[in-house]
Each structure stands twice: as C-alpha cells, then as structure tokens.
C-alpha cells in the first residue's frame, strides 16, 4: 500500500534563523508592518510504499534522523495518510 508522508522540519526554537530573521527585518520594507517574528524551516511530502501505517511511519522517520533533518539543529514532525 502506498502511504503519504507531510514532513515539517523546523530549527529548534533556542536557535537563530538568519533566514527567517532576515524575512521578518524586511517585510515593512513591502508595507508589512503587522509581522513580529518569522522562523522558515522546510516542507516535504513523501510517498512511501509499505505493508502497514506503522512501516511508514518508520521508515520516514528513519530517512528524517539519518537524512532530511540536521537533529542538532532542527526537529522534525510528520503526518502519514494512506493514498487512495
């Protein structure tokens, strides 16, 4: 069965985002003033070919602590969906 992964990969919230701070300095720039703090992280969807919800489940979180995510810096939390 094939499942749908949604993967939400953030830097933990003791650490600066340069990028994020820099987005959040230069909305006003573009008349967003209403802004007060931005932290940008990544989004991604897998498709994943398994036996059962559990398998998938593993082993997307295997591809994110050995690939998609720097654990120092950054955590990590996904939903899994069966396909159709």
């Given at each position: 069965?094939?499942?749908?992964?949604?993967?939400?990969?953030?830097?933990?919230?003791?650490?600066?985002?340069?990028?994020?701070?820099?987005?959040?300095?230069?909305?006003?720039?573009?008349?967003?003033?209403?802004?007060?703090?931005?932290?940008?992280g990544k989004y991604i969807e897998m498709i994943v070919d398994a036996d059962s919800k559990e398998e998938a489940e593993k082993i997307v979180d295997t591809?994110?602590?050995?690939?998609?995510?720097?654990?120092?810096?950054?955590?990590?939390?996904?939903?899994?969906?069966?396909?159709?």
């Amino acid at each position: 069965m094939k499942y749908k992964a949604e993967i939400k990969i953030m830097p933990h919230a003791e650490l600066l985002d340069p990028q994020g701070k820099t987005v959040g300095k230069n909305l006003p720039n573009i008349g967003i003033h209403e802004v007060d703090q931005v932290r940008i992280g990544k989004y991604i969807e897998m498709i994943v070919d398994a036996d059962s919800k559990e398998e998938a489940e593993k082993i997307v979180d295997t591809s994110c602590k050995k690939l998609l995510a720097n654990l120092i810096m950054e955590k990590y939390e996904f939903n899994i969906e069966p396909l159709s």
